[in-house]
Structure formats: structure tokens, C-alpha cells
């Protein structure tokens, strides 16, 4: 698997699919940023 990194995310559209890989980033320790 790629290496992990510290960089913020941005998540655009929190629909079902946006808003389940925002979480799961934020659960994971990523910074995330979602746009709506």
C-alpha cells in the first residue's frame, strides 16, 4: 500500500459516497475539509 501522508483532504459533495469518505478519513486521523 502507498505510504501514508499528513496532508489535509478535500472532500467535494457530501452526498452518501462524500459524506462516508469524509468520515472515514477524519476516523483515520486526516484533516479533512468538505465542501458542499
Not at 469518505?21 to 484533516?31: D, H, I, K
Amino acid at each position: 500500500m502507498a505510504d501514508r501522508r499528513d496532508d489535509p483532504v478535500v472532500v467535494i459533495g457530501l452526498g452518501r459516497f462524500g459524506t462516508s469518505l469524509a468520515l472515514e478519513l477524519v476516523r483515520q486521523g486526516t484533516e479533512v475539509l468538505a465542501i458542499d
